[in-house]
């Protein structure tokens, strides 16, 4: 299998960017604080993290749509739980 720089380079890219949001998370799991997390910046991230999965798919690049749509996931999870931190 002859893997070229640009799929390295991509995959790189894409699963760094899915994992950025994490430390985020479990930090708020920790810590169960959110006043500082801001809700238009997620709404922001789950904008542009919608288009890559349409453009994943569209393109038909499996990289594109498995990384963005475990970024959704973990976006949703930090989103979710910072309305409920935010609310007490």
Known sequence: ???SV??????????????SMVPQLTKLIKEKKAENISLYM????????SCWIVYGI??????IIISNSFSFVVN?????LTLKYKAK
């Open 76 to 80: 949703l999870a930090l989103t979710v």
């Open 42 to 49: 997620l709404f922001v991230l789950f904008l542009g993290v």
């Open 58 to 63: 569209l393109k038909n690049d499996w990289i």
């Open 1 to 3: 299998m002859n893997v």
């Open 6 to 19: 640009v799929t390295v380079i991509g995959t790189v890219a894409s699963v760094g960017t899915a994992l």
